[in-house]
């Protein structure tokens, strides 16, 4: 039987081990908590992933099919403006929709919509029916539906999980959109190619099934309301919060510094060939370290749910992607070029999942839909316009300009937001303040 020590007698190193409590092994790789925690979430996170894969099969197929009618670079540019101008129109709005009704019965009909659109997409195909004016279309449609089905889905998340496990399920998260984002594309060209546009559109409908039964597993979504709330939720009221929020507002400038500032994705095809004397695969190896780096950030993201000071994080990791991008910009060697961008891709991770957990914690249920709208538009106009910024600075002056002109700049922006708002460095997950 073990003797307690007297006043006086010391213990033992081994007593001293046995009583400690076991130190928690240091995670490297993504926390999967979330999935094993909560059944909805795991639902909703395959759902997710699976028809994500899908939508980028689809998106690139609708891009091969317009140029194998119209053979015009400029119409399957066109694209991306269909798809962008829906997206931040309604963006805000289907935010406002999701602090409306139930989020649980938004998300359905959306995807159910998404879903029609891609057996429409299929059927047209298959009836050997082309027109461009009708892939626009159903791009628009699907950019609208997609503007409401996100805010509602992504408001979801805090009433699935509890607050310490927002970071390892945002970094889920944006582990599916990479993913996908690599893996559709390719999948995508591999099928039009074996069987033709129908297949993929075919195959883009059935992934939806995944997300809809994840949808309709879930219970009750209904926004938690104030009793002297209106019923009709405003998207002026979501806009008034954001203005009375700095520590959710510094989410928002934070991330346009890095995309419109240091987002020179534009400018790739040329330095690919100006700077490394290659061609379109160059090409796709630059802009695939990015993806790659992002994806890794996702994999490599276990120590992200220790760190509680969350604003400077982003500050730290949005001023690492610039000071990258900005070293890209000296460089003349390829594979240096691509381990830099795959940093940068890994920094532009840690930034998203701090941000989105941020936006999460610190607004309360009955403003998350129009604030996820609010972060829709960023997200989806921020780095249009940093390709615009990009592709001009580098056509009136030169690419090393774009790169570590707008590197330097967005390190300098960044760091002049934290100090003029402080507070936002000084924020605490522990006690989310928005």
């Given at each position: 039987?073990?003797?307690?020590?007297?006043?006086?007698?010391?213990?033992?190193?081994?007593?001293?081990?046995?009583?400690?409590?076991?130190?928690?092994?240091?995670?490297?790789?993504?926390?999967?908590?979330?999935?094993?925690?909560?059944?909805?979430?795991?639902?909703?996170?395959?759902?997710?992933?699976?028809?994500?894969?899908?939508?980028?099969?689809?998106?690139?197929?609708?891009?091969l099919?317009?140029?194998?009618?119209?053979?015009?670079?400029f119409?399957?540019?066109?694209?991306?403006?269909?798809?962008?101008?829906?997206?931040?129109?309604?963006?805000?709005?289907?935010?406002?929709?999701?602090?409306?009704?139930?989020?649980?019965?938004?998300?359905?009909?959306?995807?159910?919509?998404?879903?029609?659109?891609?057996?429409?997409?299929?059927?047209?195909?298959?009836?050997?029916?082309?027109?461009?004016?009708?892939?626009?279309?159903?791009?628009?449609?699907?950019?609208?539906?997609?503007?409401?089905?996100?805010?509602?889905?992504?408001?979801?998340?805090?009433?699935?999980?509890?607050p310490?496990?927002?970071?390892a399920?945002?970094?889920?998260?944006?582990?599916?959109?990479?993913?996908?984002?690599m893996?559709?594309?390719?999948?995508?060209?591999?099928?039009?190619g074996?069987?033709?546009?129908?297949?993929?559109?075919?195959?883009?409908?059935?992934?939806?099934?995944?997300?809809?039964?994840?949808?309709?597993?879930?219970?009750?979504?209904?926004?938690?309301?104030s009793?002297?709330?209106?019923?009709?939720?405003?998207?002026l009221?979501?806009?008034?919060?954001?203005?009375?929020?700095?520590?959710?507002?510094?989410?928002?400038?934070?991330?346009?510094?890095?995309?419109?500032?240091?987002?020179?994705?534009?400018?790739?095809?040329?330095?690919?060939?100006?700077?490394?004397?290659?061609?379109?695969?160059?090409?796709?190896?630059?802009?695939?370290?990015?993806?790659?780096?992002?994806?890794?950030?996702?994999?490599?993201?276990?120590?992200?749910?220790?760190?509680?000071r969350?604003?400077?994080?982003?500050?730290?990791?949005?001023?690492?992607?610039?000071?990258?991008?900005?070293?890209?910009?000296?460089?003349?060697?390829?594979?240096?070029?691509?381990?830099?961008?795959?940093?940068?891709?890994?920094?532009?991770?840690?930034?998203?999942?701090?941000?989105?957990?941020?936006?999460?914690?610190?607004?309360?249920?009955?403003?998350?839909?129009?604030?996820?709208?609010?972060?829709?538009?960023?997200?989806?106009?921020?780095?249009?316009?940093?390709?615009?910024?990009?592709?001009?600075?580098?056509?009136?002056?030169?690419?090393?300009?774009?790169?570590?002109?707008?590197?330097?700049?967005?390190?300098?922006?960044?760091?002049?937001?934290?100090?003029?708002?402080?507070?936002?460095?000084?924020?605490d997950?522990?006690?989310?303040?928005?």
């Open positions: 039987m073990t003797r307690a020590p007297s006043d006086g007698e010391s213990r033992t190193a081994d007593e001293e081990i046995a009583d400690r409590p076991a130190r928690r092994r240091v995670r490297i790789l993504a926390d999967i908590t979330p999935l094993r925690t909560s059944a909805d979430y795991r639902r909703l996170w395959i759902g997710n992933t699976v028809s994500w894969t899908g939508q980028a099969m689809t998106a690139l197929a609708i891009s099919q317009v140029y194998e009618i119209t053979g015009s670079s119409s399957v540019g066109l694209v991306g403006l269909f798809s962008l101008v829906p997206l931040v129109a309604f963006g805000l709005y289907g935010g406002a929709i999701a602090d409306t009704v139930d989020r649980r019965k938004l998300g359905l009909y959306a995807s159910a919509g998404m879903c029609a659109l891609s057996f429409a997409l299929a059927a047209a195909a298959l009836a050997g029916w082309h027109r461009v004016w009708f892939l626009y279309a159903i791009v628009a449609l699907q950019a609208l539906c997609q503007a409401i089905v996100s805010p509602a889905r992504t408001s979801m998340i805090p009433r699935l999980l509890p310490e496990q927002l970071p399920a945002n970094a889920l998260g944006s582990m599916t959109t990479t993913s996908g984002l893996a559709g594309p390719m999948l995508g060209g591999l099928v039009v074996l069987w033709g546009f129908q297949a993929a559109y075919l195959i883009d409908a059935v992934t939806f099934t995944a997300a809809l039964y994840a949808m309709w597993r879930l219970p009750s979504m209904k926004p938690d309301r009793a002297d709330s209106r019923k009709r939720a405003s998207v009221d979501g806009l008034r919060f954001l203005a009375t929020r700095p520590n959710i507002r510094m989410t928002f400038f934070t991330d346009l510094c890095a995309m419109v500032l240091a987002h020179p994705r534009a400018v790739l095809p040329a330095v690919a060939v100006v700077w490394f004397h290659g061609d379109a695969r160059t090409t796709g190896l630059l802009v695939g370290a990015l993806a790659v780096g992002a994806l890794l950030g996702g994999v490599f993201s276990g120590w992200l749910g220790r760190v509680h969350h604003g400077l994080a982003i500050v730290i990791a949005v001023a690492a992607w610039g000071g990258f991008i900005a070293v890209f910009g000296l460089t003349r060697q390829l594979w240096l070029g691509m381990i830099l961008l795959a940093l940068a891709g890994a920094c532009d991770t840690v930034s998203m999942v701090f941000r989105s957990t941020m936006l999460q914690a610190a607004t309360p249920d009955e403003m998350r839909g129009r604030l996820q709208g609010v972060f829709i538009v960023v997200v989806a106009g921020g780095p249009r316009l940093g390709d615009f910024l990009a592709g001009s600075v580098a056509d009136l002056t030169s690419p090393t300009v774009a790169f570590t002109g707008g590197g330097l700049a967005c390190m300098a922006a960044v760091g002049l937001l934290a100090l003029r708002w402080r507070r936002f460095v000084r924020y997950a522990r006690a989310p303040e928005a």
